[in-house]
């Protein structure tokens, strides 16, 4: 059974920094594309970022871009999201998702497995 979750969400204060991580099992990840979303209270489901299969490829929202980097390694199956410089409004439920893919290749859509999220809140 495919599955991923993720972990290390929690409470921050602004400007702080949190890891969080996505563990897959029943697959590995070495052929999968992987993505990062967040969902607010009221508000649509955003893209955050991605990479590619391979790592050599990362893409980020403008919202988030010099603050998170993606990163991955295979050989954990896990794929990582360092957010750095917190503000509330990065305050969601953070999901990660995975997309089967033949080439070097990361878009913020399409992804057809996904995690159950993890909790980020931002706040003094």
């Known amino acids: 059974q495919y599955k991923l979750v993720e972990s290390g969400g929690g409470l921050v204060q602004p400007g702080g920094s949190l890891r969080l991580s996505c563990a897959a099992s029943?697959?590995?990840?070495?052929?999968?594309?992987i993505g990062w979303f967040r969902q607010a209270p009221g508000k649509e489901r955003e893209g955050v970022s991605c990479i590619s299969r391979g790592g050599t490829i990362t893409n980020h929202a403008d919202s988030v871009k010099g603050r998170f980097t993606i990163s991955r390694d295979n050989a954990k199956n896990t794929v990582y999201l360092q957010m750095n410089s917190l503000k509330p409004e990065d305050t969601a439920i953070y999901y990660c998702?995975?997309?089967?893919?033949?080439?070097?290749?990361?878009?913020?859509?399409?992804?057809?497995?996904w995690g159950q999220g993890t909790q980020v809140t931002v706040s003094s």
């Open positions: 029943g697959f590995t990840l070495d052929y999968y594309a």
């Open positions: 998702a995975a997309v089967y893919r033949v080439h070097e290749i990361c878009v913020l859509g399409g992804y057809n497995y």
